[in-house]
């Protein structure tokens, strides 16, 4: 509950960035623009974002056929989540990675690289698909969308700002608080969009921790997500991902942690935390073997219907 009561919280100062800017622009009837073109962005984000994606990776619709073992995880977990059974598309790229996308549950798709599907065991591509679905139920990937174009949105009217004020082309209506200064509308053009970057990253971190353990729970035990993790860590330094910064927030990893500037404004939380906390769940101890226990025979049994 935490996590969802931060995420709206950080939503509405993406909002009131955008009218705020809005406000500077143009007064009261520049406010209602921003907000009138805030809206037109999220729009063809909730109805387009899916498709661009996809096209932008070259990723492949593949059916039962193609892939039968990967169709049965993801159709078992899905079941488990009670989600609809999502799309699945595989991405011909060799770094192991993944994400999921789509409007909503009714819309899902779940994309995966070929390298993960070469680099991973079934618990771990298991505990992968686990952690998209996750995203999927709970709804992830609109308040990503939004975020991200809200973000675009603060960038692109700081931008417009920033040439105005160079220019001298604007000024705010005297009856509606005055003009702001040349110097301050720089300022501002530069402070909002760093501002904007650092909630969308607050958005998305606090997502990928609520989608660890959700995905835990519809695994049904954290291990294999955990060493996934691990092994994406890993193969993150060594195979890059062909990937834009734009939708790097949408995989599992980040795909451009070996880029060190990126690193700065890593749109996910440390690997490390992620894994420590993962396998701080339900712990086996005096009152927590017996839960265990019984995830861990939940887990062969499922494999055991697979193979």
């Given amino acids: 509950m935490g996590n969802q009561i931060r995420t709206t919280i950080l939503l509405a100062l993406l909002t009131a960035f955008i009218l705020w800017i809005g406000q500077l622009f143009g007064g009261q009837q520049g406010m209602i623009l921003a907000l009138i073109f805030a809206g037109g962005l999220n729009f063809f984000s909730y109805w387009y974002s899916d498709k661009v994606v996809l096209k932008m990776y070259r990723a492949q619709e593949a059916t039962a056929q193609q892939a039968p073992e990967l169709y049965q995880i993801v159709s078992h977990l899905a079941q488990k989540a009670g989600i609809p059974m999502p799309r699945i598309y595989i991405i011909p790229q060799e770094a192991p990675n993944a994400f999921a996308t789509g409007r909503n549950p009714e819309h899902a798709v779940v994309a995966v690289t070929q390298g993960l599907l070469k680099a991973m065991d079934k618990d771990e591509i298991a505990g992968v698909l686990a952690h998209e679905l996750a995203h999927v139920k709970n709804r992830d990937i609109l308040i990503g969308s939004i975020a991200a174009t809200m973000a675009g949105a603060i960038m692109m009217l700081a931008n417009m700002a920033r040439w105005s004020a160079m220019f001298g082309g604007f000024q705010s209506d005297d009856d509606e608080g005055g003009g702001m200064g040349v110097v301050g509308l720089i300022v501002m053009s530069i402070l909002a969009p760093l501002a904007a970057v650092i909630i969308q990253m607050a958005i998305s971190r606090s997502r990928e921790y609520l989608a660890d353990a959700t995905g835990a729970s519809i695994a049904g035990h954290p291990e294999g997500l955990a060493r996934a993790l691990e092994k994406l860590g ?49 712990p086996v101890g005096s009152d927590g073997g017996a839960r265990e226990d019984r995830r861990l025979s939940d887990a062969r049994d499922f494999w055991n219907r697979l193979s």
């Fill in 234 to 282: 890993a193969y993150s330094k060594r195979i890059p991902l062909d990937a834009s910064p734009s939708t790097a927030h949408m995989f599992i990893v980040n795909p451009l942690s070996g880029k060190s500037l990126m690193n700065l404004f890593s749109t996910h939380p440390p690997l490390e935390e992620r894994i420590r906390r993962l396998r701080g769940i339900n």
